[in-house]
């Protein structure tokens, strides 16, 4: 029989991470007179492999809080925004089979409003960033050594723990706390 194994397993073949900045526009119900604060909340992601690129796409709700009428009011526009992002992978292995990939999205950097300003239009123009890091997984196979002797000793494994826990002193964690 053989020295070697080959081991069935899923590991990680494939990463990526992408930054990205994009500009929306919103349209409120009055002129804008200022932008008072803005906000991105209630993101929602999804990504799949697709063509040896990863593909998220999502969600997110811009709050915009603005006056107008020469700033004597006030109102906050709400608008939906989608987004996809293409992720190349910077790291790949290529002996992975594609059928069966599966994606694992780490977001290091929610959607987040960067700038928030008023164009001659009247619209308001808000900057947001974000950022996702992505691993690829799939099933790969790994080749290692057996001992087929045993020649490691599992036996000795037990003797060096009783060993190592001989010289331990059990009271030294112990002692009176003082209130």
Known sequence: MSDFR??????????????????H?????????????????????????RNDVVVVEGTYDINIWYSYNNNTKTEV?????TYRDEIE??????????????VVQHVLQEPNSLD???SPNGKIVVQVEREFLVEVIG???????????NALGDEDWDADLDE??????????VGELEE
């Open 139 to 149: 099933e790969t196979k790994i080749k290692v050594s057996v001992d087929p002797e």
């Open 6 to 23: 080959e081991i069935y397993t899923k590991a990680v073949c494939g990463k990526g991470k992408k930054f990205s900045q994009t500009a």
């Open 25 to 49: 526009s919103v349209t409120p119900t009055h002129k804008p007179s200022s932008v008072l604060g803005c906000w991105v909340i209630n993101h929602k992601c999804r990504s799949n492999f």
């Open 89 to 102: 992978l910077s790291i790949k292995d290529k002996n992975v089979a594609s059928e069966q990939m599966e």
């Open 164 to 173: 190592a826990f001989e010289d331990l002193d059990s009271e030294f964690l």
């Open 77 to 81: 526009v709400t608008e939906t925004v």
């Open 116 to 118: 928030a300003d008023i």
